[in-house]
């Protein structure tokens, strides 16, 4: 008998992104592969609106381990020009809601692809924040170095 290996993935049957990933429930799937899917948004911000995933149920962009987070950095960069295209788009917003707090609504890591026209009337990653920084960028730079054991 031969057996056929089968990736592992950790999963939450309770996570909408892992029912798609498991073909559970349907989605529009633009690409699939080993360790990534990405499909069309089922709210989408506008016509072509994708969210790449990893298979892997992790919630955080922090927890992906190294190939998991190639991987999906991978598709993103693959996907940003033929979705751009096949909506004859003039750019594309990429962004992460990371943690519950940002907005992020499924707690599995999802990397959203909105295609972008002029006058859309939607803004850049700017206009989600107000100003609110008020330490020395010096300080910021050294805590940060610190947390992250000594970056350069
Ligand atoms: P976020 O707010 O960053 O967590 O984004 C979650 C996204 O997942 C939202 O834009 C939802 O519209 C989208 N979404 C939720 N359920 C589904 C689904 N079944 N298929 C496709 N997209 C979904
Ligand atoms: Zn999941």
Do not use: K, W
Not at 69 to 74: M, V
């Amino acid at each position: 008998m031969t057996v056929v290996a089968e990736p592992i993935y950790d999963s939450d049957m309770a996570c909408i992104f892992c029912r798609i990933v498991s073909g559970e429930i349907p989605a529009e799937v633009v690409l699939r592969e080993p360790d990534v899917v990405a499909f069309l948004d089922i709210q989408p911000l506008a016509d072509g609106h994708v969210v790449v995933i990893p298979r892997a149920h992790v919630a955080l962009l922090e927890e992906l381990e190294p190939a998991a987070a190639e991987a999906l950095f991978r598709a993103v960069v693959r996907l940003a020009r033929p979705v751009r295209e096949a909506l004859g788009a003039a750019g594309t917003t990429i962004g992460v809601n990371n943690g519950e707090a940002t907005g992020q609504t499924i707690p599995h890591v999802h990397v959203h692809i909105v295609p972008r026209r002029e006058g859309d009337g939607a803004g850049s990653v700017h206009t989600i924040f107000p100003r609110g920084a008020r330490r020395p960028l010096g300080e910021v730079g050294e805590a940060i170095r610190r947390a992250a054991g000594g970056l350069t």
